[in-house]
């Protein structure tokens, strides 16, 4: 299996869109990278491929994050939106 990188990051209101090597996009809300939030949308989208794309960095913002990084936020906030459902 071919590693996982990175190709393209894009930001539309509160969301991150992150798009990987062989074709999937995970959208991630923004609140889950405090310096991302913290930042400007010119600083968002001041951002370059690191290693190939096993991360991405924003000088601007002093912000790293690699694959790993923005997997598990995915999962987090996938975990944090069903979190208020009750079992029937």
Known sequence: MAELLIQDVSFSDDLVSVTFNEGTTVI????????????SPADRNHWR???????????????DLSVENILTAHGRSKREQYAHISPR
Request: aromatic share 8%; proline share 7%; hydrophobic share 45%.
């Open 28 to 39: 991630i809300p923004i609140v889950q990278f405090e310096r991302l939030k913290a930042g």
């Open 49 to 63: 491929l690191i290693g190939g794309g096993i991360g991405v960095h924003w000088p601007d913002i002093d912000e």
